[in-house]
């Protein structure tokens, strides 16, 4: 018998009851919950009267809605002036508050995107089956845990049954191997594994990144990857256990001290794929061939390198393609075989769930050091993933380089990413943004949407349009790599 | 949830693959903190000429004529028929919830996204995966001829065109079982109750880490 990926691991140490049916009972050890896909779930509980199964398994925070301005943050949840994003984060406290669920409210300093709170706690740690309802909640994956992003009616299904009902999927392995060139980065890498594979390529799989490229990522890279698995149709991404994640947990406030630490740890040990795995698909690329990646169109797979062009719909591979490649270049006003360093820009965004952590930040403040923002730009703002990696960031003088070069420096939250708040896009506007879905009016009604790397979106934000951060002069951003 | 019942209904061909779920139902619309009330919204960007704003009535918004949905030949479908790599993106279930709530009972396309397939099941809606050439062939019949429909029946899991062909497809056992007698699946897990709690203590005893509060 050959060995267990680290997929089949997790799902075996979760595997309550198997059914005859094909579908399984799985358990859940943490659930992540945020205001926008919470509430129906808590009036399910109410209507039929359960009570949560495991409290202390849930964490709470609002992300989605809030505010990122300093004026309006410093108000708290008076701060929203939308009456009906405020409904929904009050729903989320009067929820939490209910039952008795531990929750980040909007001005603890431990508020932040979930995908970063989560992580940051250490309330995301290797072995641990974790859901959320939000699709990004692959991200949690980059620790060795089996992370999937859920609807409403499983976060439900979660508080009342501690379970989930889920079938197995199979197992996809990309590997990366090889160094990742100077200015090329964790953000660029899944970008080029989207391209390759697609938007479907990993749909009703659980995909393992692997590869000496990606053993080479921080834990911030890692995160940045594995968010990015459901772009490629995959609910979970998964990266094995390894020094750089246990470095990175240890003495974070949930996770484990003392004996249980070295317990754990030895547990952690074994959260790899076994030698003789074997994977249902397996796809390589090669570090080398990856340069910093910029998205022309609507799709995250609509995407190509920044010495490339916007492509000629009319030579893609059927209709069907033919037609989508046509339709998004008229959304986004772009012209076929147009230079991707010629796309002029109109806002930069710099934060969410993908690249929103310290390092991103850093990556971003180095290129931006001592530059200023094009004057074509009309808003570059940089967003935190939570009030501890703002803190973070303020100790380290980032966000007086950001203020000095022209960015604003804001308050944490999912923001411009898909603009529920008050952060968004005008119709037609072009904007280099940090975040993970190009789809149409995501940022905005008519907003178009460019995905990069954070080195990427500042160098962009300086020179008005895109440009190859690996053609900046040395000590910027030909060193973004090393933080 | 209802009962899935045999049914016929109107077919509405959207011509277009990656439908994401932005699309489906537009963010501004998620701050809703009910399950209903999403139809009027269902592909608010396609459907309406202008920006969509929660609350608002729709009645009055200028509508794309183009749009498939406002043709006067798809009224009151029921079956919409799509391309690959339908509802992809985010997990948000108000994308079910508008369809549902427009009146759409079935999707037919070649491929769907997971979490998509997952959340629409849970809300009695069935999603009928059929070949590429499969689908081709009901976009071309469905374009072609005015009110055209099909019966949708579950139980035997095929789907039977006018001229009487027989589409076969495959759905899992037991979301065909929770569709067909509407069962909430919470109900149908807690009755596996005592063996979560015995796989819960075992668990706990072998990672205690995994409970463990911060001091």
Same mark, same amino acid.
């Given at each position: 018998m050959s060995g267990q990926t680290l997929y089949d691991k997790l799902w075996n140490q979760h595997l309550v009851k198997q059914r005859d049916d094909g579908t399984a009972l799985i358990y859940i050890d943490r659930q992540l919950l945020h205001e926008v896909t919470s509430p129906q779930a808590f009036e399910g509980l109410r209507l039929a009267n359960r009570k949560p199964w495991r409290l202390d398994a849930n964490l709470a925070t609002p992300d989605h809605n809030v505010p990122t301005t300093v004026k309006e943050r410093? +108000?708290?949840?008076?701060? #929203?002036?939308d009456p009906v994003s405020l409904i929904q984060v009050q729903t989320l406290d009067d929820n939490c508050l209910e039952y008795g669920i531990e929750e980040f409210k909007i001005n603890d300093p431990r508020q932040g995107i979930v995908h970063v709170v989560g992580p940051e706690q250490g309330a995301t740690l290797p072995g641990m089956t974790v859901v959320c309802g939000d699709s990004h909640t692959a991200t949690h994956g980059a620790f060795g845990a089996l992370a999937h992003g859920i609807g409403t009616s499983e976060v439900e299904h979660v508080l009342a049954t501690q379970c989930l009902l889920a079938q197995k999927m199979k197992n996809m392995q990309v590997r990366v191997e090889g160094e990742l060139g100077l200015g090329v980065t964790a953000k660029d890498v899944v970008l080029a594994i989207i391209g390759e594979i697609g938007t479907a390529g990993g749909t009703g799989y659980a995909i393992e990144f692997a590869g000496s490229a990606i053993a080479s990522l921080s834990m911030e890279g890692r995160m940045t990857v594995c968010n990015m698995a459901i772009e490629a149709g995959a609910r979970v991404g998964l990266i094995a256990v390894d020094d750089t994640t246990i470095d990175y947990l240890a003495e974070r406030p949930f996770a484990p001290t003392a004996e249980q630490w070295d317990a754990a740890v030895a547990d952690w040990r074994q959260l790899v794929s076994d030698a003789d795995a074997q994977f249902d698909k397996v796809v390589t690329l090669k570090a +080398?061939? #990856?340069e910093p990646q910029v998205s022309w169109g609507t799709s995250p797979e609509m995407v190509t390198g920044i010495s490339g062009q916007v492509p000629d719909p009319q030579a893609a591979k059927d209709e069907t393609v033919q037609r989508s490649h046509a339709r998004a270049l008229e959304y986004m006003g772009l012209q076929a075989n147009q230079k991707i360093t010629d796309i002029k820009l109109d806002k930069v965004f710099i934060g969410s769930c993908t690249n929103s952590r310290i390092e991103d930040l850093r990556e971003a403040a180095k290129v931006a050091k001592g530059k200023k923002v094009a004057d074509s730009i009309q808003l570059a703002m940089v967003v935190p993933g939570s009030g501890l990696v703002k803190r973070q960031a303020e100790a380290e003088g980032l966000d007086k380089i950001f203020t000095e070069a022209g960015f604003e420096w804001r308050e944490p939250g999912c923001s411009m990413c898909l603009a529920m708040n008050a952060d968004k896009l005008g119709a037609g506007e072009h904007c280099a943004s940090t975040s993970n879905r190009n789809f149409e009016g995501r940022q905005g009604y008519g907003g178009r949407t460019h995905l990069v790397s954070p080195a990427m979106a500042a160098a962009a934000a300086i020179a008005g349009h895109f440009v190859d951060?690996?053609?900046?002069?040395?000590?910027d951003a030909n060193h973004a790599q090393e933080a | 949830m209802k009962k899935f019942e045999r049914f016929e209904g109107v077919v509405a061909p959207l011509d277009r693959a990656n439908v994401d779920t932005d699309l489906i139902i537009p963010k501004q619309f998620l701050k809703s903190i009910k399950r209903t009330g999403f139809g009027v919204n269902l592909f608010d960007e396609l459907r309406y000429l202008d920006e969509g704003q929660p609350g608002q009535d729709c009645s009055q918004r200028p509508l794309n004529p183009d749009f498939v949905l406002n043709q006067p030949r798809y009224q009151g479908a029921e079956v919409l028929l799509a391309r690959r790599n339908f509802g992809c993106g985010s997990s948000r279930e108000h994308a079910p919830w508008a369809l549902e709530d427009f009146g759409f009972k079935v999707v037919i396309a070649p491929s769907f996204a997971d979490i998509f397939y997952n959340n629409a099941f849970k809300n009695g809606i069935l999603l009928i995966t059929l070949a590429e050439e499969e689908v081709d062939r009901l976009f071309a019949e469905a374009e072609a001829r005015e009110g055209y429909q099909l019966d949708v029946d579950l139980e035997n899991q095929r789907v039977i065109t006018p001229s009487g062909e027989i589409l076969e497809f495959e759905v899992d056992e037991f979301r065909k079982h929770c569709l067909l007698n509407g069962l909430d699946d919470i109900g149908i897990t807690l009755q596996d109750e005592d063996a979560i709690r015995r796989f819960e203590e075992k668990h706990r005893r072998q990672r205690p880490w995994l409970f463990r509060q911060p001091a």
């Amino acid at each position: 018998m050959s060995g267990q990926t680290l997929y089949d691991k997790l799902w075996n140490q979760h595997l309550v009851k198997q059914r005859d049916d094909g579908t399984a009972l799985i358990y859940i050890d943490r659930q992540l919950l945020h205001e926008v896909t919470s509430p129906q779930a808590f009036e399910g509980l109410r209507l039929a009267n359960r009570k949560p199964w495991r409290l202390d398994a849930n964490l709470a925070t609002p992300d989605h809605n809030v505010p990122t301005t300093v004026k309006e943050r410093a +108000e708290g949840n008076s701060g #929203i002036k939308d009456p009906v994003s405020l409904i929904q984060v009050q729903t989320l406290d009067d929820n939490c508050l209910e039952y008795g669920i531990e929750e980040f409210k909007i001005n603890d300093p431990r508020q932040g995107i979930v995908h970063v709170v989560g992580p940051e706690q250490g309330a995301t740690l290797p072995g641990m089956t974790v859901v959320c309802g939000d699709s990004h909640t692959a991200t949690h994956g980059a620790f060795g845990a089996l992370a999937h992003g859920i609807g409403t009616s499983e976060v439900e299904h979660v508080l009342a049954t501690q379970c989930l009902l889920a079938q197995k999927m199979k197992n996809m392995q990309v590997r990366v191997e090889g160094e990742l060139g100077l200015g090329v980065t964790a953000k660029d890498v899944v970008l080029a594994i989207i391209g390759e594979i697609g938007t479907a390529g990993g749909t009703g799989y659980a995909i393992e990144f692997a590869g000496s490229a990606i053993a080479s990522l921080s834990m911030e890279g890692r995160m940045t990857v594995c968010n990015m698995a459901i772009e490629a149709g995959a609910r979970v991404g998964l990266i094995a256990v390894d020094d750089t994640t246990i470095d990175y947990l240890a003495e974070r406030p949930f996770a484990p001290t003392a004996e249980q630490w070295d317990a754990a740890v030895a547990d952690w040990r074994q959260l790899v794929s076994d030698a003789d795995a074997q994977f249902d698909k397996v796809v390589t690329l090669k570090a +080398e061939d #990856i340069e910093p990646q910029v998205s022309w169109g609507t799709s995250p797979e609509m995407v190509t390198g920044i010495s490339g062009q916007v492509p000629d719909p009319q030579a893609a591979k059927d209709e069907t393609v033919q037609r989508s490649h046509a339709r998004a270049l008229e959304y986004m006003g772009l012209q076929a075989n147009q230079k991707i360093t010629d796309i002029k820009l109109d806002k930069v965004f710099i934060g969410s769930c993908t690249n929103s952590r310290i390092e991103d930040l850093r990556e971003a403040a180095k290129v931006a050091k001592g530059k200023k923002v094009a004057d074509s730009i009309q808003l570059a703002m940089v967003v935190p993933g939570s009030g501890l990696v703002k803190r973070q960031a303020e100790a380290e003088g980032l966000d007086k380089i950001f203020t000095e070069a022209g960015f604003e420096w804001r308050e944490p939250g999912c923001s411009m990413c898909l603009a529920m708040n008050a952060d968004k896009l005008g119709a037609g506007e072009h904007c280099a943004s940090t975040s993970n879905r190009n789809f149409e009016g995501r940022q905005g009604y008519g907003g178009r949407t460019h995905l990069v790397s954070p080195a990427m979106a500042a160098a962009a934000a300086i020179a008005g349009h895109f440009v190859d951060v690996r053609t900046l002069p040395a000590n910027d951003a030909n060193h973004a790599q090393e933080a | 949830m209802k009962k899935f019942e045999r049914f016929e209904g109107v077919v509405a061909p959207l011509d277009r693959a990656n439908v994401d779920t932005d699309l489906i139902i537009p963010k501004q619309f998620l701050k809703s903190i009910k399950r209903t009330g999403f139809g009027v919204n269902l592909f608010d960007e396609l459907r309406y000429l202008d920006e969509g704003q929660p609350g608002q009535d729709c009645s009055q918004r200028p509508l794309n004529p183009d749009f498939v949905l406002n043709q006067p030949r798809y009224q009151g479908a029921e079956v919409l028929l799509a391309r690959r790599n339908f509802g992809c993106g985010s997990s948000r279930e108000h994308a079910p919830w508008a369809l549902e709530d427009f009146g759409f009972k079935v999707v037919i396309a070649p491929s769907f996204a997971d979490i998509f397939y997952n959340n629409a099941f849970k809300n009695g809606i069935l999603l009928i995966t059929l070949a590429e050439e499969e689908v081709d062939r009901l976009f071309a019949e469905a374009e072609a001829r005015e009110g055209y429909q099909l019966d949708v029946d579950l139980e035997n899991q095929r789907v039977i065109t006018p001229s009487g062909e027989i589409l076969e497809f495959e759905v899992d056992e037991f979301r065909k079982h929770c569709l067909l007698n509407g069962l909430d699946d919470i109900g149908i897990t807690l009755q596996d109750e005592d063996a979560i709690r015995r796989f819960e203590e075992k668990h706990r005893r072998q990672r205690p880490w995994l409970f463990r509060q911060p001091a």
